[in-house]
């Protein structure tokens, strides 16, 4: 039990430097562009590429995780992706810049790897936690990255800077990658004479793994994965600007509002273990967790929505904020606790690539309705997917509930 808590830690590691190198140039990324003459579209599809490119190779690298030693993929991984921020922060055409996003979209999956790992190493009675302090690491990174990138950005070079540290981040991160254990992959390489026969046959192996996933019976916990981060993408880009022209905020006070939200999911995350034992210690399927907090996040936007004292919108930013922090780890658990062991890689990818088709839609979603209708309005949109999400949570737990008493 010690080695694999030791383990852990590294991994631990791995993943908060992964998201502090991320904090430290995405809210930097945009004026950047800007300063070398890009358009807001341009800005725009460049994220857009990058979430496309993730939704197509997440369940790729994920199932490649499964086919060969989890370790090895995560080291090849992460030096893929410090060599791709090192040269972002050198180069000045727009062009290199797009193929060098779409480059990262291919290979940035450390955090699925990082938990399918936290799956293999750890007992199931410890994966709910495990996977919780993950998301901790997660905001504590993205709370203090911003403050230091802020502050480098405006150094001449600063860019550059940035990039460069988190190129050394990921050089630590494999140095750290090189202590966890080496486990067999879950299925055996077949023998291949050619460097070209080898990539053929490996990319055969992860489709063939892809298609063995029963998808009808797995996709209604996709589908809870799926209406989270469609929830939580469409407040996350409409939070800053409806508290600056609903509320009249200006820029450092939006940042305490979202260090606020930020502190609250840290505090709920922090329990969610202690929250578990109390209030659902029998259902270690969590179908109960996920539909109460999606209910939760529900009635709480409803009243940000009809709220317009700020006072009272801090306060139910706190159950909204709350319920968030659970369900991005609740339904990431249900996901990975309902996959076989040799699936598991595979279930982590394709539950980012969902992450990232919220991404990818949302922006627009939220744009088109903020100009025909109104930022106000926009604001509501979260309690849309979370209202499906509750009744299709409903519906499962109510299924489980009836084949647990039919097993008696």
Sequence with gaps: MIPNKIYAKFIYGISFLDFLGMALIFPMFGNHLKSLGASHFTIGLLGTIYAGIQIISGPLIGSWSDIKNRKSVLKTVLLLCGVGYLCLGFVESIIYILLIRIYLGCFKHIQGICKAMIVDICPLENHGEML?????????????????????????????????????????????????????????????????????QEFILVTNNLKQVNWTENGHLFAMRLLFGISHSLFF?????????????????????????????????????????????????CFRRVFHFFVILFIS???????????????????????????????????????????????????NSIMSISRFVTPVMSGIISDTLSTEISILLPSIPAVIGAVLTFKNMKKEVYYEKKKR
């Design 132 to 200: 919780a302090r993950t998301a901790v690491l997660a905001t504590v990174g993205f709370n203090i990255g911003p403050i230091f990138g802020g502050y480098i950005s405006e150094l001449p070079n600063g860019f550059t800077y940035l990039c460069t540290i988190t190129f050394l981040f990921y050089l630590v991160n494999i140095y750290l990658c090189s202590f966890l254990p080496s486990m067999e992959p879950t299925k055996r390489e077949p023998v291949n004479n050619t460097l070209i026969s080898k990539v053929k």
């Design 237 to 285: 880009h409409i939070e800053a600007l409806y508290l600056k022209e609903f509320f009249n905020l200006g820029p450092k006070h939006v940042g305490y509002v979202i260090s606020f939200f930020s502190f609250v999911q840290t505090c709920i995350v922090l329990s969610l273990s202690q929250i578990n034992r109390l209030l659902y210690g029998s259902n270690p399927n």
């Design 301 to 351: 936007n409803l009243c940000l929505y009809f709220v317009h004292d700020f006072r009272f919108f801090l306060l139910w930013l706190i159950p909204f904020s709350s319920s968030l922090a659970v369900l991005r780890i609740s339904t990431t658990e249900l996901l990975l606790k309902n996959s076989d062991k040799s699936k598991k890689g595979t279930f982590s990818g394709v539950s």
